[in-house]
């Protein structure tokens, strides 16, 4: 018979993406999943094929202990509240929480790479919910610190492309940032897997690359120049604030700048390959076949 899989986040893109995998490149029934969501009227294609789609707020934990039940493995995807850090890790303290009255036997979480000490003003979410997995009564748990998707890129590059020019305060340092595709890959692998124990892994893309190195290859792509403009950290705050971000979330945002120029998202690891036995998509090759999604 096979494990029951939970999926918390179910209707986010990751989430999609993992529940994807587990039904299409590991074939699993989809009687074998559940789906967990905020908004479970967004999932009906996935409960059409037979996937249990089930109701599940992080901050009404009285929703959990039925969404929960009858799982064996459970993908804890992080949420999304990049407005309030230290919110994340209340909301993932209590699905943890949660999995254990549950009697869930594995979590993977979905965190960041190095988490401690990280001048990253959303790290401590992710430092404090592996603690919390450390402390944990679970028989199990596996973390894969993901690095940046590639697909981040949607959100800023529309307006680079307008005006030709890319700020940062990241002082040229690498980030070996990976497709979200292959995240959901790696998750959908380690959720469906026979792995007990507790263990960590990083899962990298090739390379690690500069935005200098990114903004060449994205040029040649699509036929337009770009030129990268370092900037100091407080002129990059003003500068959102400026295009109308809140002033909080400007500095959260350019915190993941002050990351990378410390070179915390430089490493490249074999994680990936070691999960899926294939190596994780280039660069290269994602940005033309996504051409169209940067308009």
Partial sequence: MSKSLLVTGAAGQLGRAVIGHLLTTLKLPASSIIAATRKPEQLQELAAQGVSVRAADFDDPQSLAAAFAGAQRMLLISTDRLDRPGFRAEQHGRALAAAEQAGIQHVVYTSMPKPVNSPLLIAPDHALTEAALHGSR?????????????????????????????????????????ARGDLARAAATVLAGDVTGRQTFTLSGARALTKAEQARIISVALGKPIEVVQVPLEGLIQ?????????????????????????RVAEVTGDYQTITGAPPQNFTDWVPAVRAAFG
């Fill in 239 to 263: 500068g959102m604030v400026g295009a109308g971000l809140p002033r909080p979330l400007a500095e959260v945002l350019a915190s993941f700048d002050t990351n990378t120029a410390q070179g």
């Fill in 138 to 178: 679970l028989a199990g748990w596996t973390v894969l610190r993901n690095h940046w998707y590639f697909e981040n890129l949607f959100m800023s590059l529309p307006r680079i492309l307008g005006s030709g020019r890319w700020f940062t305060a990241d002082e040229g340092g690498g980030s070996a940032d990976i």
